[in-house]
């Protein structure tokens, strides 16, 4: 006879956002049923779960998708968790294989919202705030960087991906042409407006159009990866916040995109000179890393949040809106595990006060 503890599957579990997934699940006050999978079997023992999995990869979506279809056949799977932009997609684009497992928006929201590029050219004609930006698909695009104002300062990166992966400040027309040819970047890089103000995330759960979580954050911190080349960014210092302009532009974003929002999306936000908070990018269909550590340590579990939604058990505590505390600060390094602290923890004495 199957125990009716709840059993969920985390894809891409050894990475870091699977890893935090699985920290922030079982902090659930039920116990919970957890299963890891990877393409990396090196990975796969950093998790948290109580049984691990070897997957083809997402880039051979035939068999990945097999493969997820068998466990969650043969080990009763009540809830699949995608967390890498990749397999979010494929999954959306196969859910008829998953009936009731998967919670995601549509697969054309999805692919929009990962097309960076695309997606900034959307919310612009939707009236939402976005970075002037352009495509660059050909060595002649870099014409135009004068005329959009980039060709002294903008920033370079991929369309596609996440953790900055490829990104560069350029500050002039040849190095943006350098960085572009070194990495095999034409059609797939952008160049767009430099922004130099803070820098925002703002996680949301819909349900038919209805706003029924969000938490704000402000990214501090960045760490660099020293591989793959070229390198990518990873947070190490948030702090949650309340911001009512930049959760405002966000909620406009998301709306845009699709017009009654179902699930969980995410939106990057960065100021510009003149404070105005813009869109930087969106993700639907999953949190990220940052957040989900956030989650883990202030103890509200928007991830189990999701699960319950989707298996029809509404939380009694929903709708919440920045239900954390602004002023509550999330500390990591690529060594070091994520800490919760407060500014009372960085009263810290000058060495003349030794």
């Known amino acids: 006879m199957l125990s009716s503890v709840l059993r969920i599957l985390i894809t891409a579990a050894g990475g870091p956002l699977g890893r935090s997934m699985a920290r922030c699940l079982r902090k659930a006050k039920e116990p919970l049923f957890l299963v ?4 990396d079997p090196t990975y796969l023992p950093l998790c948290p779960v109580d049984v691990s999995y070897v997957v083809p990869a997402a880039s051979d979506p035939e068999t990945y998708i097999a493969a997820l279809a068998h466990l969650t056949e043969k080990l009763h799977i009540d809830f699949l968790y995608p967390q890498k932009d990749q397999e979010v997609l494929i999954l959306a684009q196969h859910r008829e294989r998953f009936p009731g497992k998967l919670w995601l928006p549509p697969a054309d929201v999805i692919a929009l919202s990962q097309d960076k590029e695309q997606c900034r050219q959307f919310l612009a004609k939707q009236g939402v705030p976005v970075p002037v930006g352009l495509l660059l698909e050909r060595e002649h695009d870099l014409a135009l960087l004068q005329e959009k104002g980039l060709d002294t300062l903008c920033w370079v990166r991929k369309i596609r991906g996440s953790g900055s992966e490829g990104a560069r400040l350029c500050r002039s ?6 960085w572009v040819s070194e990495n095999n970047g034409w059609g797939n890089f952008m160049a767009s407006e430099f922004l130099p103000g803070r820098i925002f995330g703002w996680d949301s759960i819909w349900k038919d159009g209805v706003l029924l979580a969000c938490q704000a954050k402000e990214r501090l911190r960045y ?4 591989s793959p080349s070229p390198r990518s ?5 948030i702090r949650s916040v309340h911001e009512p302009h ?6 406009r974003a998301v709306t845009a995109i699709m017009s ?4 969980i999306f995410t939106v990057d936000m960065r100021e510009n000179a003149q404070g105005q908070p813009m869109v930087t990018e969106i993700n639907a269909g999953r949190f990220l890393t940052s957040s989900t550590i956030l989650f883990e340590k202030t103890g509200f579990l928007f ?3 999701v699960v319950n939604i989707n298996l029809g058990n509404m939380p009694e505590h929903l709708p919440c809106h920045h239900p954390v505390h602004p002023g509550q600060y999330i500390l990591a390094g690529i060594l070091a595990d994520p800490i919760l602290c407060t500014e009372r923890d960085f009263q810290i004495p000058s060495w003349r006060e030794a």
């Open 260 to 263: 009654k929002p179902d699930g």
């Open 303 to 305: 991830p189990y949040d």
């Open 36 to 39: 890891g999978v990877d393409m």
């Open 233 to 237: 960014k990873y947070t190490t210092a």
């Open 173 to 178: 027309i040849e190095e943006v042409r350098v």
């Open 223 to 226: 760490g660099m990866e020293t």
């Open 246 to 251: 930049a959760e405002e532009v966000a909620q």
